[in-house]
């Protein structure tokens, strides 16, 4: 049995109230609350007040912007509700497909992008109960002054967990913050930092309300491959997004952009270079290999979630092999 | 140790701060609660329905899986402000005068054995096969459950008897 500590609540039911609410000291948003309450359970934080947006309509929108010829879907949208919308599933399988993998049908049915968005990064040595970390005297994140991951480290080395936002970078989406300070957008791979404490630009009292992604212009590919170590309910040993942009239809087609970008290394998604990939063929065994090898090769794991570094980094290598070749065989 | 670490407001008085009016298992109740309580909490120590469960807590085993407006949720990971105003329905709620087919099959498969998650799993397996109405495969079926841990039976058992469960729920339907 796990307690939470001593807060209180608050429910708005508009925008207005949500930032009003928001804007008080010791505020916590909770949306879901599927990461946020064990982690309360476990003492890694103790909001004075969470305020829930379950009741803000205002984020519960997926709409099509003819305009901007972007999908627009709010914060408060729930995976489950994601993975079972027709829009999202003709335009962006590979966002489909991430949301239907994060943990389990339960946990999809509460949770949201906005969550997914905003998850607060992972380490094997933060995760764990208040009694577990005080046998190591905490670290970086939680109550000490050393990382254990990377000895003598001073900056945590916590990684980004979430399913959604590699492949959200991949297509390009852009975040929208709604804060004290106004209104703004940011493309959403610039939203993370390299520091596994704060690791988003987040500012005071600033809530995420939107995602937009905007529609492939061309004939486009895109993926999503995530290894666990129970095929349901748990986070990511390893994620990789990628989105190819072709010249044409058909196993022969050449690629003129590929966006790769892998999740679970450290708190910021590794965005790939890809220069070598533009202009070779898509269905070719030589363009699988590349595909692998550089995944390999900036993928630089570290000890932060279960599993041997090593063992995970060369499984990049199969994980970015198969994810290309199943994407050209299934063309 | 651990006492020192604790911050000074997880030793506080808890007041009721909060007073809920939700429907639980078709009653409209009131029920006052510390505004931290979970709905589990709320479920278990203020309504005495013991049927949920506390496994984990923290979301991995699904045995405190209850239907909120309809769907499958954690009760563990809910606070009982965001429930306030909905409808909860328990494993309580399950059986009227007859047994849910879905109970009749885990008992004529024997699909529990322990029993603390059959709880979860009936709460689960009902609001999945209610959604889709029709009779499913084992292989949905897994997939529908795949958030409701068992460490007893294998799910082999637990598995049949809600394929059972779908093909007369459907039949039923049909008449």
Redesign the interface.
């Known amino acids: 049995?796990?307690r939470?500590?001593?807060?209180?609540?608050?429910?708005p039911t508009n925008l207005e109230e949500l930032l009003s609410a928001m804007s008080e000291s010791g505020a916590r948003l909770?949306a879901?609350?599927?990461d946020l309450?064990?982690n309360l359970?476990?003492?890694l934080d103790?909001p004075?007040t969470?305020v829930?947006i379950?009741r803000v309509e205002e984020l519960r929108h997926i709409t099509w912007d003819e305009d901007a010829r972007a999908l627009r879907i709010g914060a408060g949208v729930t995976l489950a509700d994601i993975a079972a919308d027709n829009e999202v599933g003709e335009h962006f399988p590979s966002l489909v497909k991430a949301a239907s993998l994060v943990?389990?049908?339960?946990?999809r049915?509460?949770a949201t992008l906005g969550g997914n968005i905003n998850l607060d990064t992972r380490c094997r040595y933060v995760n764990q109960s208040?009694?577990w970390r005080?046998a190591i005297g905490g670290c970086l994140k939680s109550?000490g002054d050393v990382c254990h991951v990377v000895p003598k480290g001073r900056s945590c080395a916590a990684a980004m967990s979430s399913d959604c936002v590699p492949v959200l970078i991949s297509l390009g989406a852009t975040l929208i913050q709604v804060g004290p300070q106004g209104r703004r957008e940011l493309a959403l791979v610039d939203y993370y930092s390299s520091d596994g404490i704060e690791h988003t630009q987040k500012l005071v009292g600033e809530i995420t309300t939107e995602v937009q992604i905007p529609l492939p212009a061309g004939e486009s590919a895109a993926h999503y491959s995530k290894w666990t170590v129970r095929?349901?309910?748990d986070f990511p040993l390893l994620s990789i997004a990628m989105n190819f942009t072709l010249s044409s239809q058909g196993a022969d087609a050449v690629i003129e952009e590929a966006i790769i970008c892998l999740g679970v290394l450290a708190a910021k998604p590794k965005v790939l270079r890809t220069d070598k990939l533009v202009g070779l063929r898509f269905g070719d065994e030589v363009t699988a290999s590349l595909v692998g090898e550089l995944c390999f090769k900036h993928g630089k794991t570290l000890e932060n979630v279960p599993y041997e570094a090593d063992y995970r980094r060369s499984m990049l290598r199969v994980f970015g092999r198969r994810a290309i070749r199943q994407l050209a065989d299934s063309r | 140790?651990?006492a020192q670490?604790?911050?000074a407001?997880?030793k506080?008085p808890?007041p009721d701060?909060?007073l809920l009016s939700m429907k639980v298992n078709g009653e409209d109740v009131e029920v006052a609660a510390?505004?931290?309580?979970?709905l589990l909490e709320v479920l278990r120590y203020k309504l005495d329905l013991i049927g949920s469960k506390?496994g984990c807590?923290?979301?991995?085993c699904?045995a405190c899986?209850v239907q909120v407006d309809g769907?499958?949720?954690?009760s563990?990971?809910?606070?009982?402000?965001?429930a306030?105003g909905r409808e909860v329905r328990t494993v309580e709620g399950m059986t009227a005068a007859h047994l849910h087919p879905i109970q009749d099959c885990m008992d004529k498969e024997v699909a529990a054995q322990c029993g603390f998650c059959t709880p979860g799993i009936l709460m689960?397996a009902e609001a999945?096969l209610s959604k889709v109405g029709r009779a499913v495969s084992r292989e949905e079926v897994a997939?529908?459950?795949?958030?409701?841990l068992c460490r007893c039976t294998g799910y082999v058992k637990i598995v049949d008897a809600i394929v059972g469960a779908s093909e007369i729920m459907a039949n039923t339907e049909q008449d």
């Open positions: 049995m796990l939470l500590p001593i807060f209180q609540t608050k429910t909770i879901g609350g599927t309450l064990p359970k476990h003492r103790t004075e969470l829930s379950d943990a389990s049908p339960l946990i049915n509460m208040e009694f005080s109550e095929k349901s309910i | 140790m651990l670490l604790m911050p407001r997880d506080a808890m701060a909060l510390p505004a931290h309580f979970t506390q807590d923290k979301g991995d699904g899986t769907k499958a949720k954690l563990c990971l809910t606070l009982a402000a965001q306030n689960a999945y997939e529908a459950l795949a958030g409701n």
